[in-house]
Each structure stands twice: as C-alpha cells, then as structure tokens.
C-alpha cells in the first residue's frame, strides 16, 4: 500500500492512467487518502468507456483489445463518469473539478465499421453528453469541498454536425459507387450476351427485323 511506501502528508496525489490498470482501485484511493494533507486533493485521469466508439463497436457484437488507448490490453477496470464517482466516494472523496480529453467519433484506435450503423443509431450515441469523452481528468478532494462540476463541453454537438456532413458525402459517394457496380454489372451481362451462341445464331434475323420494326413503328 502507498502508505506504507511513503511517509505524508502530501498536498496532491496523481493517479494519471493508473487506476483502471488495478484490481481493487478503491484500496489505492484509501491508501492515498491515508497520506494525504486534510486539504489535499488527487488528481486522476481515467478513460470512459461509454465512449461512442465503445458503444458503436459492441453494437457490432465485438469488443476488441488494442495495444493502448480505451480498450487497452491491460486494463482491468473500465469506469463512465458515474462509475469513477461511486469510486471515489467509497473512499469518502468528492469530485470537485471534472475536464475532459475528448475524441470524435470513428477517431479512436477502436475497430467500428461506420456504414454498419444507421443515422438514427449515430443520433442515439451522440446523444448522450459524454460520448465525445476519451479521457476524464478529475481533481477530488475529501467530502464537504465545494464541487466545480463543469459540465460536458459542446463538442458532441458540434461533433454530430461535423460527421452529418461527413456522413451525407460518404452516403452520396457509395450510392455512386453502388451505381457504378451495376453499370459495371450491366455492360458485363451485355457483353457475355453478345458473345453467346444465342446472339451469334439470331444476329442475322435481328439485323433483318430491325428495319421492318422501325417502319412498323412509324
């Protein structure tokens, strides 16, 4: 335990990417605590995992561990903002500041595949004002401080606006892709049509009906 490492009291103690790495984290804020002045504070920064990257990518029925980031390999604990707040109150702490590292949408290092998830899908994850959230940084003090709670920046809307513009010339770009395919398609079936014995043996008559038809026609 940290305090039986070190000798406090001290006026902070960073927890900076520590405590989702941990099997009993609450054990590692009691410690901190214990060496901790009367009016100190510590400081963590945690990733959230109800990041929309996160969110999106279990969507899709996967949940795959990266070499770092949100999903790293070694975390053992995964924690939203209300998970982090319950942990810190456990070992009788408030947060008192709450900043945010945020991250858009497909910019994470996590494997979700955007054409899998439908515009009212998009609309449901952005939603929630923390789905932008990478990385919370909080500074917590003993309960009874004043709480400077500052709340969610605008970027999830700014964000959503951003990747609906992004989303609309993707869309465009694969209906044009998709039309091209069948084009494709299309010439292909006509060429194979025009190598086939039955176009070969039939070439004579419809080349002889042709301008019979356009008579008729007229």
């Excluded at 510590?42 to 969110?55: C, E, G, L």
């Excluded at 290092?109 to 923390?130: C, G, K």
Aim: proline letters at 6%; one cysteine or more.
């Amino acid at each position: 335990p940290l305090d039986e490492l070190v000798e406090g009291p001290f006026d902070v103690v960073v927890f900076g990417d520590v405590l989702e790495h941990l099997r009993d984290p609450s054990s590692a804020l009691d410690a901190a605590c214990r060496v901790l002045a009367e009016d100190g504070q510590i400081v963590v920064s945690i990733p959230n995992v109800a990041h929309a990257d996160v969110r999106l990518m279990l969507l899709e029925g996967r949940w795959e561990y990266q070499e770092h980031g949100l999903l790293d390999e070694t975390h053992l604990r995964f924690f939203t903002l209300e998970g982090l707040r319950r942990l810190l109150d456990r070992s009788g702490l408030v947060a008192t500041e709450i900043d945010r590292v945020t991250i858009p949408m497909f910019a994470t290092n996590l494997p979700v595949t955007p054409d899998l998830h439908a515009e009212p899908v998009r609309r449901f994850v952005s939603s929630d004002p923390e789905a932008l959230t990478f990385q919370f940084i909080v500074a917590a003090r003993r309960q009874g401080h004043d709480v400077l709670d500052r709340p969610a920046p605008a970027y999830a809307a700014l964000g959503t606006a951003e990747e609906r513009l992004e989303r609309q010339v993707a869309e465009l770009r694969a209906v044009l892709a998709e039309r091209e395919v069948h084009e494709a398609a299309l010439v292909a079936e006509l060429e194979a049509w025009r190598n086939s014995t039955l176009a070969r043996v039939t070439r004579w008559p419809r080349a002889a009906w042709a301008p019979i038809s356009r008579r008729v026609r007229r």
